[in-house]
């Protein structure tokens, strides 16, 4: 058994393991490139564990991606949304003349949904994206969150980090650094996918898996972490379905709906099965209809959407 990324415990089970060669052939298919480099080479499968005490869902081996890796994801123009649902929600929890500091900032998008008293700082590794926030006139630099939080101990009134925890290897690290930089009664804001969504119906979703995201958070999971590092939940929203995934959110669910029927009628061992029913029922419209219902109500978090956003509240 390993040990829990965040709470130290011995009592995690592995719930679910893939293949390096499988997950490096959805890369190539799909994003054009090769990632069987970035795991050790002596890794045939990974592993998606699971606590027993917290609920954090991790993977291991911890490979993570390298420069070259997100260079090549940010040739989508998916990648990197400038109007994230999470940024309309986070700015309604900071106040004005706030000192924000934005870790894993990208460009600096987020900057634009906050008033403008409110002093911003960010930090990003990428360097075209620092060079784009620096055109911008924001100050965004490329230094480790280590050393931004022994400089400015307690310094920010926000600290925030959108789509960015799921990356770290060392989450209780990285959660412990930012409480650092917070100062006392200070707010955290983190967004996270959300594994009480329809993420976590999802087969195969190779964004989900390492060396992309290397842990998926449960509001249970990401209570605990918190807490753990000395902030109080504040308050806990998920996003509805975004229209962009609106259609990923149907095939899931007509996916669930087909595969609840077939498992009751002849058996979850007929794997792969359920699959090829669902491709043909997505293209029936009537009966389309049908089975996304199916799987809507068989689905405790249906219509929520990707993405939590937490706020939580630094202890004085």
């Known amino acids: 058994m390993s040990t829990c990324l965040m709470c130290d415990s011995p009592g995690s089970v592995v719930s679910g393991q893939i293949s390096v060669q499988q997950i490096n052939n959805a890369y ?16 045939d499968v ?8 917290c609920g954090l869902r991790w993977y291991s081996p911890l490979a993570t991606g390298d420069e070259p890796f997100y260079e ?36 600096g998008a987020f900057s634009g949904f906050l008033q403008k008293n409110i002093r911003y700082r960010g930090l990003e590794f990428n360097q075209a994206a620092v060079e784009k926030a620096l055109a911008a006139g924001l100050d965004v630099e490329a ?11 307690e310094f920010y009134d926000v600290v925030c980090h959108f789509q960015v925890l799921e990356h770290v290897s ?35 979703g ?18 605990s972490a918190l807490t753990n590092v000395g902030l109080d939940i504040k308050e806990i929203w998920h996003e ?22 077939v498992g009751s009628a002849i058996g979850l061992e007929a794997d792969g099965l359920w699959s090829k029913i669902s491709y043909r029922v997505s293209n029936t419209p009537i009966i389309r209809d049908i089975f996304f219902r199916l799987g809507e109500k068989g689905f405790p978090f249906s219509r929520r959407g990707h993405t939590v956003c937490v706020v939580a509240l630094k202890q004085s």
Request: hydrophobic fraction near 35%; charge should be negative.
């Open 72 to 107: 090549s994801l940010q040739k989508n123009s998916w990648y990197y949304q400038d109007d994230k649902p999470e940024y309309e929600f986070a700015k309604l929890h900071i106040s004005e003349g706030s000192t924000v500091l934005e870790v894993g900032c990208g460009k």
């Open 170 to 204: 060392d989450p209780k690290r990285f959660l412990s650094e930012c409480t650092k930089a917070l100062s006392p009664g200070g707010k955290m804001i983190i967004a996270v996918p959300s594994e009480d969504s329809f993420l976590s119906l999802v087969e195969n």
């Open 28 to 43: 190539k298919a799909s994003y054009a490139t090769v990632v069987n480099r970035l795991f050790p080479i002596d890794a």
């Open 240 to 261: 509805p379905v975004a229209s962009f995934h609106a259609e990923w959110y149907s095939r899931v669910m007509i996916n669930a709906g087909v595969k609840r029927l």
């Open 46 to 53: 990974v592993d998606l564990n699971v606590c027993g005490s």
């Open 143 to 153: 230094a480790s969150l280590s050393k931004e939080a022994t400089e400015r101990q």
């Open 206 to 223: 190779w964004l989900n898996m390492p060396p992309h995201h290397l842990t998926r958070w449960t509001d249970e999971a990401l209570t």
